[in-house]
C-alpha cells in the first residue's frame, strides 16, 4: 500500500445510526493512498460500535473523546492531526462516490495553487434529493468572494479537498462563535482568501440532513429562541466583515467584498433575525453591521447620539449598508451590487414583504451625494 497522499477527516457525534454508510462509502474509493481519522465527540458505544465494524482496516483510526468538544472543537482536533499533502473533511452523516477522491485528486494536481477542490452536491433531505452547484470560485478574489456570497450551499467547499500546507499556516475553524454557528461558511472564506476553489462538475457528494445534523440543531434552535439567533448569526457576520476588510486589496475592491457579505447577511432575513423593527426591518443585526461596517470603512467611531438615532430609525441603518454597495458598484463594476440585487430578489421571492430586500433592488443613489449622506448618519465629520 503506499503512502497516504490523502487524510479524511470524520468528526462524528451521537452517528451510530449512519457512521457505518458513510465509511462504507470511504472503502469504496477507486484510490486507496488515503488514511481516515474518526474522531467520537463523547464517545457513545453505538457509535463507537459503528465504527469498530471498520477497524479491519489499517487506513482507519478511531479516536474517542472523552469530554463533548463541540462541531468545531471535534473538527480542530481532527485538523491538528493532519500530516499528509492533502486532506478533507466528511461529516458523519454523508457519503462521497466512489470516484470521488480520484476526481478530487486529479483536479487538485491539475491547480497547484487550489485551496479547495469540491464537487457538486446532492442534498437528501426525506425522501426529497436536490442538487446544489456554487459558483465559480476560480476568478480573482473579489469574483471568488462575490460568486462564494451569491452561492445557496455555502458550506460546499467545506466538504472539499484541500493542501495540508494551509493547515501549517494556521488554518482552522473560528472557535469563539455561539455554538459554532456559520463556521463553515468563515472556514470557507479563509480557503477562498487563499487561493481558488475549483470544482469538478459533477455530483460525487451526498449530504444527508439528518436529526442531529449540525445545521438542523442550529434552524431548530433559532426557531425555538429568536434571541439566540441574533446573538449567534452577528458575531459571524461581524468576523466576516472583518476578514474582508483585512484584505490587501484597494479600498474598491475590499468595498466589494464586503459588500457581498451584507447583501447575502441582509437577504437572509427569514433566517438570521427574529427581531424585525417597524417596516419589516432587522433592525438590531442591520444596525449592528451597519455600523461596524461604517466604522471598518471610515476610520470613524460612531458616538452614542448616532447609535440611538439608528436604532431608533432602522431605515438610517439600510442607508449605510446601501452606501456600502453602491459605493463598491460604482468603483468594481457591477459585480457586487449584482449578488445584493440577486438575493434580494430571491428573498422577495418568498417574502415579498421584506422591505429591506426591496430596498437593495432599486438604483443605487446618485453618486453625489454617498458620503455626505454616510457622514450625516454618522453624526461625525469625515
Known amino acids: 500500500m503506499t503512502a497516504p497522499r490523502v487524510s479524511i477527516l470524520v468528526p462524528a457525534y451521537r452517528a451510530g445510526a449512519f457512521l457505518g454508510r458513510t465509511l462504507r462509502s470511504v472503502g469504496g474509493q477507486t484510490v486507496d493512498d488515503y488514511r481516515v481519522i474518526v474522531s467520537i465527540d463523547d464517545a457513545d458505544a453505538q457509535t463507537v460500535a459503528a465504527a469498530e465494524d471498520f477497524a479491519a482496516d489499517p487506513r482507519l483510526t478511531i479516536i474517542r473523546q472523552s469530554r463533548r468538544l463541540g462541531f468545531v472543537g471535534n473538527i480542530n482536533f481532527l485538523l491538528d492531526r493532519v500530516d499528509t499533502r492533502f486532506f478533507c473533511i466528511l461529516p458523519h452523516d454523508d457519503e462521497i462516490a466512489p470516484r470521488y477522491l480520484e476526481a478530487l485528486l486529479a483536479a487538485a494536481e491539475a491547480n497547484p495553487a487550489a485551496s479547495v477542490v469540491f464537487t457538486d452536491m446532492r442534498q437528501h433531505i426525506g425522501d426529497l434529493v ?12 473579489v469574483e471568488r468572494i462575490a460568486n462564494y456570497y451569491g452561492s445557496i450551499p ?199 414583504g421584506n422591505q429591506l430586500a426591496r430596498h437593495y433592488v432599486q438604483p443605487a443613489p446618485p453618486s453625489g451625494t454617498r458620503m455626505d449622506l454616510l457622514s450625516r448618519l454618522l453624526g461625525r465629520k469625515r
Not at 439528518?210 to 461581524?238: C, F, I
Not at 448616532?306 to 439600510?318: E, V
Open 130 to 141: 436536490f442538487e446544489l452547484v456554487m459558483r465559480p470560485l476560480d476568478g480573482d478574489l
Open 154 to 352: 455555502g458550506g460546499l467547499p467545506m466538504r472539499g479537498l484541500s493542501p495540508g500546507a494551509l493547515l501549517r499556516s494556521g488554518l482552522r475553524m473560528p472557535d469563539t462563535l455561539p455554538d459554532g454557528r456559520a463556521a463553515d461558511m468563515i472556514y470557507v472564506l479563509s480557503l477562498l482568501i487563499q487561493g481558488p476553489g475549483i470544482r469538478v462538475a459533477e455530483p460525487l457528494y451526498d449530504k444527508h440532513l439528518v436529526g442531529q445534523s449540525t445545521s438542523l440543531g442550529w434552524g431548530r434552535r433559532s426557531e425555538d429562541d429568536p434571541g439566540w439567533r441574533m446573538a449567534s448569526w452577528t458575531p459571524a457576520v461581524v468576523a466576516q466583515l472583518r476578514m474582508l476588510a483585512a484584505l490587501d486589496l484597494p479600498e474598491p475592491e475590499r468595498l466589494a467584498c464586503m459588500a457581498a457579505c451584507l447583501g447575502h447577511t441582509m437577504a437572509r432575513r427569514a433566517d438570521t433575525t427574529g427581531v424585525t423593527a417597524r417596516g419589516g426591518v432587522d433592525g438590531d443585526l442591520l444596525l449592528f453591521t451597519s455600523l461596524l461596517t461604517a466604522e471598518l470603512l471610515s476610520g470613524l467611531q460612531p458616538g452614542d447620539d448616532a447609535t440611538a438615532a439608528l436604532a431608533n430609525a432602522p431605515a438610517f441603518a439600510i442607508g449605510v449598508s446601501r452606501l456600502l454597495t453602491a459605493r463598491a458598484a460604482d468603483a468594481h463594476g457591477a459585480r457586487a451590487f449584482d449578488v445584493s440585487a440577486t438575493l434580494a430578489q430571491a428573498a422577495l421571492t418568498t417574502d415579498p
